[in-house]
């Protein structure tokens, strides 16, 4: 591994989105127009939004950063790139946290854009603070991105990555207990939560809104979610090859 | 004749058992510019992607300059140009020799006199700035080769190099490859293009997965009594009929 061919391919990524100013605006815009448009769904429970809106922070990185890693690391596969790239002296690790790097830059502005909507426009308060909501968000991101990285694998072209959107990011959207209290949902839905990681980053963010100081489910959500994106980052690596087998 | 390749008996079966090479074994010598010719779906590519190492090889070998086919030793002396045009479409021309001259290892301090040098093979000088969507197909492919030429390799694997470019273009970059051959590297340049096999110096005839002919054009003339290479390839396959 060379910390230069990694850092080459992380500006290299981030020069490409550069070049397309529009996937950035929408990237740092949609989050916080969503959160608002929010606020005015709940104009009434302000107590529901105040609530669920430091989960949304966790959740609109995941969801950006997996869709459009997927749909990048797809076309480097499509478009010969990988194919150039696995014929130089380059280990996949260089091009896997090189994605990794830009991704999770890009979660941070986008985390921390929202983030002073939510706190300053809009009013939302957490007890943990600013700076722990933004940690944990940025780990949703790099949740986002390693999970794109690796289902980018299966899919053949852009309309399958996208419709792993709906199927592997979704139910665990509908289960992570962000709209119903895990407890509350049949006992198959609950073990499905369970081994799911966006619930535990969802958890993260609620302890984050829930006490002022760092508790223990805290540390034990966010290993968990590290361990995730860890996990998720070597599959990446192993689904891109070398070497083609006949 | 020193060997730069020497493939022993590789054969290769695709999806659903499609054999794409049959009992295939060549040796190329080094320094020389050698046609892989044959027609679309002949297996062209799919030998030359065994050369550089992206297909696992399960039946036969191949080593170039001595070394398995796919040796991580290997990365640093073969440069390969894909048939896709494998370059970023969302960067401008020289950012995408600068990402490439840091993946192949140039130094940094040399960089840039070495993109300044393959801009120049290519004639893609004053397109530096540009970006490569932008480019016309032709353009595109010359960026895609001045990627190949990044650095020194000692093999050169050019898939389809030539194709979709304008004849005058077409005539320089043959040129070109003749001086990199005379420079002592190796090129395996692919092609259906019959008339350009007269300017390689050794070809590999291919048809259904296995090489019909291997000499150089005079060679190949004077053996069929044709005066032609297209005229040489429909005998060798009406011979085999």
């Known amino acids: ?246 | 004749m020193e060997t730069a390749v020497k493939v022993n008996n590789l054969s290769v079966t695709l999806g659903k058992g499609f054999k794409a090479l049959k009992n295939v074994s060549i040796e190329l010598p080094v320094g020389k510019m050698i046609g892989v010719i044959g027609p679309s779906g002949a297996g062209k590519t799919t030998l030359i992607r065994s050369i550089v190492g992206r297909l696992h090889i399960s039946s036969g070998d191949i080593t170039i300059f001595g070394q398995s086919a796919g040796s991580p030793a290997l990365r640093k002396r073969i440069s390969y140009m894909t048939q896709e045009l494998s370059v970023y479409s969302d960067l401008t021309v020289r950012e995408n020799l600068n990402y490439f001259a840091t993946m192949t290892g140039q130094p940094r301090n040399q960089a840039n006199e070495i993109i300044n040098n393959v801009l120049e093979a290519v004639e893609m000088k004053d397109k530096a700035g540009s970006l490569v969507s932008r480019l016309s197909t032709g353009q595109k492919q010359r960026v895609s080769l001045a990627i190949a030429l990044i650095g020194s390799p000692k093999l050169m694997v050019l898939d389809e190099p030539t194709v979709g470019l304008d004849p005058v273009l077409r005539d320089r970059l043959w040129k070109l490859f003749a001086r990199l051959a005379n420079q002592g590297i190796t090129l395996i340049i692919t092609s259906h293009s019959m008339d350009e096999a007269e300017r390689c110096d050794d070809l590999v005839l291919i048809r259904d997965g296995e090489v019909i002919a291997h000499s150089s054009p005079k060679d190949l003339l004077k053996r069929t009594g044709t005066k032609t290479i297209e005229a040489s390839f429909l005998k060798l396959v009406g011979d085999k009929e």
């Open chain 1, 1 to 246: 591994m060379s910390i230069r061919k990694t850092l080459a391919t992380a500006r290299r990524v981030l020069m490409q989105l550069l070049h397309d100013p529009r996937t950035i605006l929408l990237l740092f815009i949609v989050p916080p127009v969503l959160l608002t448009i929010m606020k005015y769904v709940f104009q009434d429970q302000t107590a529901v939004f105040d609530s669920i809106a430091p989960m949304l922070l966790g959740v609109f990185p995941m969801t950006m950063m997996f869709l459009i890693t997927s749909i990048a690391t797809l076309r480097e596969r499509s478009s010969g790139t990988l194919d150039r790239l696995m014929t130089m002296p380059i280990s996949k690790l260089d091009f896997i946290l090189g994605y990794a790097i830009t991704f999770c830059l890009l979660g941070l502005v986008q985390a921390s854009i929202t983030g002073v909507v939510m706190f300053n426009l809009l009013g939302v308060t957490v007890l943990g603070g600013s700076l722990l909501t933004i940690i944990a968000a940025v780990l949703a991101a790099s949740l986002g991105t390693a999970l794109g990285l690796f289902l980018s694998a299966f899919a053949k072209s852009e309309f399958q990555a996208v419709q792993f959107m709906p199927a592997f990011i979704f139910p665990q959207l509908l289960t992570c207990g962000l709209f119903v209290a895990r407890g509350d949902m049949a006992q198959p839905l609950q073990w499905f939560a369970n081994v799911m990681p966006l619930t535990y980053s969802v958890d993260a963010m609620k302890q984050v809104t829930q006490y002022s100081t760092w508790t223990s489910d805290l540390t034990r959500d966010l290993i968990v979610v590290a361990s995730f994106v860890v996990v998720a980052l070597i599959l990446g690596s192993i689904t891109i090859r070398r070497q083609e087998r006949q």
